[in-house]
């Protein structure tokens, strides 16, 4: 297990729908800009327009390279269709070494 590795993060978004959940996990592992996503049904609480809401969301983990967090945060805002999308990035301060370096190689399309 690596013990510290700031080269990897986990960058999270929601989305109100499984498809579109789908749709854009897929296209930014398409893109390179993530090695992989998973997604989870998730229930949100959040204040938005002057009030509490509540609802089912879906929740998209990907896991890519902190160098592009920037390229990827600006790929999820231009093909998402909130209008202030959560974009979240955090970083894997330890993991499998051999999972690391694949999620390395697996997202080096992108200098």
């Known amino acids: 297990m690596a013990a510290s590795t700031p080269d990897v993060v986990v960058v999270t978004t929601t989305h109100d729908a499984e498809d579109k959940a789908r749709a854009l996990a897929a296209a930014a592992v398409r893109e ?5 996503a998973q997604i989870h ?3 949100s609480v959040y204040w938005w327009d002057g009030e509490v ?3 089912p969301e879906w929740r998209v983990d990907l896991k890519t390279r902190a ?4 390229r ?7 093909h998402h269709d909130y209008e202030t ?6 970083p894997v301060v330890a993991g499998s070494a051999d999972y690391l370096a694949w999620v390395a190689a697996e997202t080096t399309g992108h200098p």
């Open 32 to 36: 390179r800009l993530a090695a992989c």
């Open 41 to 43: 049904p998730v229930r």
């Open 53 to 55: 809401r509540e609802g």
């Open 67 to 70: 160098d592009l967090v920037t």
């Open 72 to 78: 990827l945060g600006a790929f999820l805002a231009e």
């Open 85 to 90: 999308p959560e974009i979240v990035a955090v």
